[in-house]
């Protein structure tokens, strides 16, 4: 039996953020929507004090910035990720 469903391949990031924010799916894992230069703690280490933000790259991207973090995991560098390696990591997914 054969669908009646189109094949239209791949979704990229470009048609999810048609739908939602880089805001909104950094909040699947922190809990809250970001703020621009707000001190948060990271979600992916122990981190008893604050020392993390959010900021926007000259591109007009949010990013997650954690100096404190070393680690590459899955091949992100854990430095500085966007939004889509952050749901990778946090949910422990291979890709995304």
């Given amino acids: ?13 470009d048609d999810i953020l048609s739908y939602i924010t880089e805001e909104q799916i950094f909040e699947l894992v922190f809990g809250f929507l970001p ?3 707000d ?6 280490r122990i981190d008893k004090r604050p020392g993390c933000w959010f900021s926007y790259t000259s591109t ?9 973090n070393h680690d590459v995991i899955n091949g992100i560098k854990m430095t ?13 997914l291979k890709n995304l």
């Fill in 60 to 68: 007009g991207k949010l990013k997650f910035t954690d100096y404190g």
């Fill in 35 to 37: 703020q621009e230069y």
């Fill in 1 to 13: 039996m054969q669908d009646n469903i189109e094949r239209r391949g791949f979704i990229n990031k």
């Fill in 39 to 44: 001190y948060v703690a990271s979600p992916f």
């Fill in 80 to 92: 500085n990720i966007d939004c889509f390696d952050a749901v990778q990591v946090y949910f422990k």
